[in-house]
Nanobody
Framework: QVQLVESGGGSVQAGGSLRLSCATSGYAFSNYCMGWFRQAPGKAREGVARIYTGTGSTDYADSVKGRFTISQDNAKKTLYLQMNSLKPEDTAMYYC?????????????WGRGMAYWGVGTLVTVSS
C-alpha cells in the first residue's frame, strides 16, 4: 500500500523558514515524479516544486523560485521542501504527491500526473 506522510508544517512569521518532509512507503521511490503542492482557502491547488527522482531534475513555480528548494533522500525514501523567506501568501495546506510521469505544462497542471497523494501539512505565515 502506497503511503505518503507529510510533516514539518507550522506557524512562522514572515521571513522565517520551515522544512517539510514527506516520508514514503509502498513503492519504489526511484524514477518517479514527486512534487509539493499547496492549496490556500478558497483557491485552487497549485504546484510548488517537483523533482524527477531518477535524475534529480527540478521545476519550481515562479512564486517560489529562489526561496524554496526541493530535494530527495533515496535511502530514506523521503522528499523535502526547504522553504525560506516565507511570505503570508505562502500560507496553505501543503501536499506531497508522486506519479510515474512529470506532466508538462504550467504548475497548475502538474497534479494531473500524480497518482498518490499525502493528507497534507498546514503552513501558516503571519505578517
Amino acid at each position: 500500500q502506497v503511503q505518503l506522510v507529510e510533516s514539518g508544517g507550522g506557524s512562522v512569521q514572515a521571513g522565517g523558514s520551515l522544512r517539510l518532509s514527506c516520508a514514503t512507503s509502498g513503492y519504489a521511490f526511484s524514477n518517479y515524479c514527486m512534487g509539493w503542492f499547496r492549496q490556500a482557502p478558497g483557491k485552487a491547488r497549485e504546484g510548488v516544486a517537483r523533482i524527477y527522482t531518477g535524475t534529480g531534475s527540478t521545476d519550481y513555480a515562479d512564486s517560489v523560485k529562489g526561496r524554496f528548494t526541493i530535494s530527495q533522500d533515496n535511502a530514506k525514501k523521503t522528499l523535502y521542501l526547504q522553504m525560506n523567506s516565507l511570505k503570508p501568501e505562502d500560507t496553505a495546506m501543503y501536499y506531497c504527491a508522486a506519479g510515474s510521469v512529470c506532466w508538462s505544462g504550467a504548475p497548475s497542471l502538474w497534479g494531473r500526473g500524480m497518482a498518490y497523494w499525502g493528507v497534507g501539512t498546514l503552513v501558516t505565515v503571519s505578517s
